[in-house]
């Protein structure tokens, strides 16, 4: 059975960046003509795998054997010449070329010194219609909707005559005709003897195509299994470890949240070259309280926040204490005392050529000049108070933004929304760059605001954060709520099942709450 036979290897692989061990002495078989399903949470060293066995990256300790001969590979071009191909989940195409130009970029067929390019076109014709896509191969690329480019994406693999294929999450632009055509291709490819790699967080699809699974935490493969002997709770179980029992959580001794705040109804945003990022998602945000937006990458919840403070267009109703703002620019929805804190602390949070001083009260230099002349005493004075009630670790608003660690920027981020004396403050995830110590100083920082009021709302991807930090959690999937429940209703199996989409969860979880309401 061609199934038993193991096209790649892997053996001992080490991968590490800097003082970050990402992959820990991996041990992976790839069977031949089989669907071998690859899972784990975020950061569980998956991509990095998958990237050194498409020749991205090479490992620092290990060895790769393809059909039981060693190999080693410095480019990608390398492992393709070793029939490996990867359908990456970013994806990898040149906007301005065609789609034929895309599927044959670095490896033109030539004709003597000449491109071929009539025999281009003929086997892009011939790759595009086994996918039953009616994607013009003259089109330029950048004027195809996301689907339609991840089908390009997959067509340019399936041209190489892959004998092994990874594939990165490669419905997650697609319809659901256009999955279903994946699948039979899969399948077809499956017959044909290639080896495939198929990593997805949804975990129902995972169990309709694949053969075998593995699963990965930490770096390292903790369980290997065929699929047929898997089930959702055992997969969870070992995503999880510690038989995913919820760690312990902190709150806010018990305190009611107040009224609402923020209202956001039948919000919906799409991609602009077509599908849903943000599809009809309704949630209430009260005053005092702290909700986690939990979710995998591409769940919706960046995008969610960005059309709340008004940095992306879309459709549906938003209010902030009572008062409908969709309709308003971001600045005036800033006036009305809606903030955000963005994720790219960096790019989009500071300003780097200015004191720790002038990064927090810049929102409000009217503030400190009441006669039109800024007032340095008026200044210093809120700087002071601001670095004090956020426990920001600054010699004070002279100390350079530079100096400070990532937790300290973070909360002067923070600090600059507070100063707006804000009624609602979004932040989209806060811990991101942030060890782990100056973490719970954020996530205090947060929790003390919430306790002044304010209402706090947070994404994360992290469910020790979700369930240590927040009142009430929210899981989105596919740019839908899934589960909106009391963190302490809430448990790890939980919130993955439903951040996987899994439909027992979202019955479960999502349903009673609704009929509350």
């Given amino acids: 059975m061609q199934a038993d036979r193991i096209a790649l290897r892997a053996e001992g692989i080490v991968r590490s960046y800097g003082a970050t061990r990402a992959l820990r002495g991996v041990d992976f078989d790839l069977a031949a003509g089989a669907v071998n399903v690859l899972i784990g949470e975020n950061g569980a060293g998956k991509s990095t795998l998958m990237r050194i066995l498409a020749g991205v990256e090479r490992p620092d300790t290990g060895r790769l054997l393809i059909d039981g001969r060693p190999v080693s590979f410095t480019s990608v071009q390398e492992a393709a010449r070793c029939g490996i191909g990867i359908v990456f989940q970013e994806l990898n195409l040149c906007p301005n070329l065609t789609v034929v130009e895309n599927m044959f970029l670095g490896?033109?067929?030539?004709?003597?010194?000449?491109?071929?390019?009539?025999?281009?076109?003929?086997?892009?014709?011939?790759?595009?219609?086994?996918?039953?896509?009616?994607?013009?191969?003259?089109?330029?690329?950048?004027?195809?909707r996301i689907g339609q480019q991840q089908i390009v994406e997959i067509a340019r693999a399936l041209a190489e005559d892959a004998r092994i294929l990874i594939l990165d999450e490669p419905t997650s632009a697609l319809s659901e005709s256009e999955v279903a055509t994946l699948f039979q291709v899969i399948d077809e490819l499956r017959r044909d003897g290639v080896a495939i790699v198929y990593i997805s967080h949804r975990l129902e699809e995972l169990m309709r195509i694949g053969d075998r699974i593995t699963v990965m935490r930490d770096g390292r493969v903790v369980a290997t299994a065929p699929v047929a002997e898997a089930s959702v709770p055992?997969?969870?179980?070992?995503?999880?470890?510690?038989?995913?029992?919820?760690?312990?959580?902190r709150r806010n001794g018990g305190q009611a949240p107040g009224a609402p705040v923020l209202q956001v109804e039948n919000v919906s945003v799409r991609r602009p070259a077509g599908g849903t990022l943000v599809d009809d998602v309704s949630l209430t945000f009260r005053s005092g309280e702290v909700v986690a937006i939990y979710g995998l990458l591409g769940a919706g919840r960046t995008e969610?926040?960005?059309?709340?403070?008004?940095?992306?267009?879309?459709?549906?109703?938003?209010?902030?204490?009572?008062?409908?703002?969709?309709?308003?620019?971001?600045?005036?929805?800033?006036?009305?005392?809606?903030?955000?804190?963005?994720?790219?602390?960096?790019?989009?949070?500071?300003?780097?050529?200015?004191?720790?001083?002038?990064?927090?009260?810049?929102?409000?230099?009217?503030?400190?000049?009441?006669?039109?002349?800024?007032?340095?005493?008026?200044?210093?004075?809120?700087?002071?108070?601001?670095?004090?009630?956020?426990?920001?670790?600054?010699?004070?608003?002279?100390?350079p933004?530079?100096?400070?660690?990532g937790g300290n920027q973070q909360k002067v981020v923070i600090g600059r929304c507070v100063m707006r004396d804000p009624a609602a403050i979004l932040l989209d995830e806060p811990s991101r760059g942030v060890d782990v110590g100056a973490r719970a100083e954020v996530f205090d920082a947060m929790r003390s605001l919430s306790g002044q009021g304010i209402a706090i709302a947070f994404t994360t991807s992290d469910l020790a954060e979700a369930l240590t930090v927040a009142d009430r959690v929210v899981v989105m999937a596919a740019g839908r709520v899934t589960a909106d429940l009391p963190a302490e209703e809430a448990d790890e199996t939980m919130l993955v099942r439903a951040a996987n989409g899994v439909s027992s969860a979202t019955a479960t979880i999502v349903a009673p709450l609704q009929a509350a309401n």
């Fill in 401 to 405: 933004i530079g100096a400070l660690s």
């Fill in 107 to 144: 490896r033109r067929v030539a004709r003597g010194f000449r491109i071929d390019r009539s025999a281009e076109r003929v086997k892009a014709v011939a790759v595009l219609a086994r996918l039953r896509a009616s994607i013009d191969p003259d089109a330029r690329v950048g004027d195809l």
């Fill in 234 to 249: 055992w997969i969870v179980e070992r995503m999880l470890g510690e038989n995913g029992v919820a760690r312990s959580r």
């Fill in 304 to 399: 969610l926040f960005e059309y709340i403070q008004g940095a992306r267009r879309g459709n549906g109703v938003v209010r902030l204490c009572g008062e409908r703002i969709d309709r308003l620019p971001i600045a005036d929805r800033i006036e009305r005392r809606l903030l955000l804190v963005p994720e790219d602390r960096q790019r989009e949070g500071l300003f780097p050529n200015l004191r720790v001083g002038g990064n927090l009260g810049l929102s409000v230099l009217r503030r400190f000049a009441p006669g039109g002349m800024i007032s340095p005493v008026r200044e210093g004075q809120a700087v002071r108070d601001m670095i004090g009630r956020l426990g920001i670790k600054a010699r004070g608003g002279e100390t």
